[in-house]
Nanobody, 121 residues
Framework: QVQVVESGGGLVQPGGSLRLSCAAS????????MGWYRQAPGKERELVAI???????DYGDSVKGRHLISRSSAKNTVHLQMNSLKPEDTDVYYC???????????????WGQGTQVTVSS
């Protein structure tokens, strides 16, 4: 079992910043990637940012140049620094963790419960 816990969402004014955090725990042997996705009601979940175990980063087109995903000093934790936020960034943000289980040796693909980000004046 792998648990994924997100934190840091909330209400921010347009042009402001927020930092989201994602922590994974449980039977983890290796993490292959940790990423953030967002989803609005009635829409498909879309990539915001992803960080691989090897240190590669990728971003969704709508956030390139504004957001930064980074590894935390805390184990199995990443941060998403979101800057220059726009009303259209309002969504539920989900953390996804993929890797290899230490208990079964199989691959896992785990999601957090989501955290609401609202950008509004």
């Amino acid at each position: 079992q792998v648990q994924v816990v997100e934190s840091g969402g909330g209400l921010v004014q347009p042009g402001g910043s927020l930092r989201l955090s994602c922590a994974a725990s449980g039977s983890i042997f290796r993490i292959n990637s940790m990423g953030w996705y967002r989803q609005a009601p009635g829409k498909e979940r879309e990539l915001v940012a992803i960080l691989t175990g090897g240190g590669s980063r990728d971003y969704g087109d709508s956030v390139k140049g504004r957001h930064l995903i980074s590894r935390s000093s805390a184990k199995n934790t990443v941060h998403l620094q979101m800057n220059s936020l726009k009303p259209e960034d309002t969504d539920v943000y989900y953390c996804n963790v993929r890797g290899e289980s230490s208990s079964s040796g199989s691959l896992f693909d785990s999601w957090g419960q989501g955290t609401q980000v609202t950008v509004s004046s």
